[in-house]
């Protein structure tokens, strides 16, 4: 069974702070990783995605994450956050043969003005 | 407009009613799955489709019956609500088969009152 971790539950950062969100994963087998962003008030939508290649994987607006196989991790960082960045972000995890994905229980991030 | 439509965005019922949240998909994606978001416990799986005339049970599904005669349609049926059941509802699609990534779409939500 696939399961996904986040370990910081809120974050709250000042702008101009440099952020990293934790996210490991449990899966027997290769995976595509994401991570989703929830603008408050609105659906989720894609940052960015790992399926291949390069490990180290460039999003939207800034936002970067690692794929580290060996510790089953797809951690998310941004040098510089900004106030338009607070939003609830979810790491996902989806098995090549499993079809459906699971998500952690998201990280609450607010950047203060 | 092509996208992921869900209707109602808001209702609010009683308990004891039933209740059918519609999702209507135009890229003509295999899959497709109903989330609901609670605080505390993030998005949980209620029910998915892999195609047409084949779903199969989320993390969630008690209290849920779903249907997808049509690739495009895939509405969430609650046939006694509850108050447990009052959240916010996400249909969400996605295409995952050969190169494609399994990236999931996600509706607008439907933010269901259970009174």
């Known amino acids: 069974a696939q399961s996904v971790s986040q370990h910081n539950h809120h974050v709250i950062l000042s702008e101009a702070a440099s952020l990293e969100l934790g996210c490991n994963y449990s899966y027997g087998g290769t995976v595509n990783l994401f991570w989703y962003v929830q603008y408050p008030g609105q659906h989720l939508q894609l940052l960015l995605k790992?399926?291949?290649?390069?490990?180290l994987v460039k999003g939207i607006k800034g936002f970067e994450a690692e794929f580290i196989k060996s510790k089953f991790s797809f951690n998310l960082r941004k040098p510089s956050v900004q106030w338009s960045d607070t939003a609830e972000y979810f790491c996902?995890?989806?098995?090549?043969?499993?079809?459906?994905?699971?998500f952690g229980d998201g990280t609450t991030l607010t950047v203060k003005p | 407009d092509a996208g992921i439509t869900q209707s109602p965005r808001y209702k609010i019922t009683e308990t004891g009613r039933q209740v059918t949240l519609m999702c209507h998909q135009t890229w003509s994606h295999s899959y497709m799955f109903w989330y609901r978001q609670d605080l505390g416990h993030g998005l949980r799986l209620i029910y998915y489709?892999?195609?047409?005339?084949?779903?199969d049970k989320g993390e969630v599904p008690d209290g849920y019956v779903v249907s997808r005669s049509k690739t495009e349609n895939f509405p969430l049926t609650l046939e006694s609500a509850t108050r447990s059941q009052t959240s916010v509802y996400f249909c969400?699609?996605?295409?995952?088969?050969?190169?494609?990534?399994?990236?999931?779409?996600f509706g607008e939500g439907s933010r269901l009152t259970v009174l």
């Open positions: 489709s892999a195609a047409a005339d084949i779903t």
């Open positions: 996902a995890v989806i098995g090549t043969n499993a079809g459906k994905s699971t």
């Open positions: 790992y399926f291949s290649g390069d490990p």
């Open positions: 969400a699609s996605s295409e995952y088969q050969g190169a494609s990534t399994g990236e999931l779409f």
